[in-house]
C-alpha cells in the first residue's frame, strides 16, 4: 500500500483510524505467530508497520488542515 493509493489519499479521518487499528490488529497476529515459530513470511511485519505509518502520516495532516 503506498501514499498514492487511493485507499489512503481519499479516505475520510473515521476510515484511516479503522484501516489502522485493522493494521495493528494483523501485525499483533503475526507477532504471535513468530513468537511460535510459526511465522511464514517475516518481511510481512515490515511491510504492515511501514503500512501503519503512512495510515498515521495520513491522519496527522487531516488533523493538521482540519485545525
Not at 498514492?4 to 473515521?14: E, G, N, P, R, V
Amino acid at each position: 500500500m503506498k501514499m498514492s493509493d487511493s485507499k489512503i489519499k481519499d479516505a475520510t479521518l473515521f476510515e484511516l483510524s479503522a484501516l489502522s487499528r485493522e493494521l495493528r490488529q494483523e501485525i499483533f497476529n503475526l507477532r504471535l505467530q513468530q513468537a511460535s515459530s510459526q511465522l511464514e513470511k517475516p518481511a510481512r511485519l515490515r511491510t504492515l508497520r511501514k503500512d501503519v505509518a503512512r495510515v498515521e502520516t495520513r491522519i496527522s495532516q487531516l488533523r493538521k488542515k482540519a485545525a
